[in-house]
């Protein structure tokens, strides 16, 4: 939310009601994608056509598959992080793993490609340790000033209070600035907040990030909610023509029935008639299965085409394929998700700098710049490890270790890969020395010149 920074100086209760309705104008559409996500399409609601017609809802909920694809896609593997050669950011990893920030990187991601839009709040719990919360999208937001920089201001967390029986009782705000916390308070669903107490913290910033899915701040499926509904009500309507033709009415010529040879007849399901000219048939509608299967295929094709999301049901994605056919195949994919992870990749870097600030502060670890570490994507994708590993010896010599063990999808922390494999050679070396020695002890041979004899000997 961009406002005007000199009308906007400092928050009080009245500037922040105003904002947080402001804020409520967008809910409609932050409701309506979360339930298309959750499978609750408009087609659950739609009437039936007619009286004893029937009425299937038959939901395929492409907005889920989009999504979750996405996600696993770009974070399918954790984000590692290297960084520069002298620099130590192993306290902050573990503040990271104590945080369990693999979860919140998941769910910021998926937020960011439901809503348009994620949020999360870095803060210090009980034990003085920093941690990390996702917010809900629809009691969020952060206000930044309109200049061209658009400085973050501060951030807004609100929520409504229910009591025992569920009846809002008042709202609470939370508002994050550079330097304290201030919490508000509305009761009897007013708009303008009191203000209950302040509290500093240790960030030294707004300790709230905004990851932002596009310039746009659209969902994934966003644009495709019309197309969406086109398939639910497509294959509602398949459904509801097949019950129709098997629940076809029966057509009687020169037979009297009453009702109650009718409820007979459908029990019996025999008819006799000593009519010449009897007949009995059912008026059956006829079905063009194959204009409606060309129609669902049409589709189901813009919806992958035009999500970027590609259909790995498809018959082209086959194994007979190699790893580079299939990249070819999953390009406009793969343009779709970089385009994710630089925006992913500003917010990572915010807090990045909190959590550093934070420990520094606390004496846990120097301050290190976020531009000095690198934010290591790994895509979840079926890998060739032979092709790879005879890449890497390719490269050998040419490229550092760390970044050859940064290829390796398995690794998750190059640099402490290469500490393992230096302790490793340490101890091969100290178990030949042990093994030399013992040698020598026992026979009074040097045991190297010995192996370098018996080698000349073979």
């Known amino acids: 939310m961009i406002v005007d920074a000199e009308t906007v100086k400092e928050v009080d209760g009245r500037i922040l009601g105003k ?14 994608l979360k339930d298309y996500y959750l499978g609750k399409h408009d087609v659950l609601y739609r009437r039936p056509k007619g009286k ?3 009425n299937n809802k038959t939901v395929c909920n492409h907005a889920k598959y989009i999504v979750d694809m996405t996600q696993g896609y770009l974070l399918g593997a954790p984000i590692a992080y290297s960084a520069a050669d002298g620099i130590d950011i192993e306290p902050l990893k573990n503040a990271y793993f104590e945080s369990e920030i693999q979860n919140t990187d998941s769910r910021i991601v998926r937020d960011m490609s439901i809503y348009g839009h994620s949020y999360e709040l870095v803060y210090a719990n009980e034990d003085s340790k920093p941690k990390s919360a996702v917010l809900e999208p629809r009691q969020a937001f ?39 916390v201030i919490k508000y308070r509305s009761t009897g669903g007013g708009s303008v ?5 302040r509290t500093a913290h240790s960030f030294g910033r707004v300790p709230m990030i905004e990851y932002i899915n596009n310039e746009d701040k659209q969902g994934d499926f966003e644009q495709l909610i019309g197309l969406i509904d086109a398939y639910n009500t497509l294959m509602s309507d398949r459904v509801n023509d097949k019950e129709q033709f098997v629940d ?21 399901k025999i008819m006799m008639s000593f009519t010449p000219d009897a007949e009995a048939k059912y008026l059956q509608k006829v079905l063009n299965e194959t204009d409606v299967e060309i129609l669902r295929n049409n589709i189901k094709d813009d919806l992958h085409k035009f999500s970027l999301t590609p259909d790995l049901t498809d018959e082209n994605f086959g194994n007979n394929l190699s790893g580079v056919a299939i990249r070819y195949k999953l390009l406009g994919f793969e343009q779709h998700v970089k385009n994710k992870e630089r925006f ?19 004496s846990r670890m120097s301050v290190v710049s976020s ?5 290591i994507f790994n895509r979840n994708l079926p890998e060739n490890n032979l092709e790879l590993a005879q890449t890497i010896n390719y490269l050998r010599g040419l490229v550092s270790d760390e970044t050859l063990l940064e290829q390796l999808d398995f690794v998750s922390d190059s640099a402490e890969e290469m500490e393992l494999v230096e302790k490793q050679e340490e101890s091969r070396v100290e178990r030949e020395i042990k093994r030399e020695e013992l040698y020598r002890k026992s026979t009074g041979a040097d045991y190297t ?8 000997k073979c």
Do not use: C, W
């Not at 000033?145 to 809002?168: A, C, M, N, P, S």
């Not at 907040?193 to 107490?197: L, P, T």
């Open 193 to 197: 907040y009191e203000e209950i107490e």
């Open 449 to 456: 010149a010995l192996e370098d004899l018996t080698d000349e």
């Open 248 to 268: 076809a009415i029966l057509f009687l010529k020169n037979v009297e029935v009453d009702s109650e040879k009718a409820k007979e007849l459908l029990t019996e």
């Open 19 to 32: 904002l947080i309705n402001k804020r409520a104008e967008d809910t409609a559409r932050l409701i309506k």
């Open 371 to 375: 531009g000095d570490v690198d934010f």
């Open 344 to 362: 992913l990749v500003l917010g990572l870097k915010e807090r990045f700098d909190l959590y550093v600030h934070y420990l520094s502060l606390l």
């Open 52 to 54: 004893g017609l029937p």
């Open 142 to 180: 952060i206000v930044y000033d309109d200049t061209v920089e658009q400085r973050k201001l501060f951030g807004v967390h609100y929520y409504t209070i229910t009591d025992i029986d569920g009846l809002e009782v008042g709202k609470v705000a939370n508002v994050y600035t550079e330097n304290e």
